[in-house]
């Protein structure tokens, strides 16, 4: 029903800085929060950072001061600027979205992305 794709992801060096999109399409009506994830192979996927309509945002404490997580509703879309990179910010990152199909529902509709890739060499 949601088709939720990322972009932006690419090779920096350490201290760069990149702004990821995430972008949700389909029969959606309202977002409850947007999720950024990311992950290593072999490793767990873990949050980064979380912005939910009450406009509390989280974030992990690896990225706390680095980076900041804002969106746009009416374009159901979620950024993420990562500045001061490192390379353990390394990995893919995926969108995930918790939304409602139409007015006043409980929210039943989640979808993840694809994933984009983040390489931050030394």
């Known amino acids: 029903q949601v088709r939720v794709v990322e972009s932006g992801g690419d090779s920096v060096q350490a201290g760069g800085s990149l702004n990821l999109t995430c972008e949700a399409s389909g029969s959606i009506f309202t977002i409850n929060a947007m999720t950024w994830y990311r992950q290593v192979p072999g490793k767990q996927r873990e949050l980064v950072a979380q912005s939910t309509t009450g406009g509390s945002n989280y974030y992990a404490d690896s990225v706390k001061g680095r980076f900041s997580i804002s969106r746009s509703d009416a374009r159901y879309a979620v950024y993420l600027q990562m500045n001061s990179l490192k390379p353990e910010d390394t990995g893919v990152y995926y969108c995930?979205?918790?939304?409602?199909?139409?007015?006043?529902?409980?929210?039943?509709?989640?979808?993840w992305g694809q994933g984009t890739q983040v390489t931050v060499s030394s």
């Open positions: 995930y979205v918790l939304g409602a199909s139409r007015p006043g529902a409980r929210p039943d509709i989640d979808s």
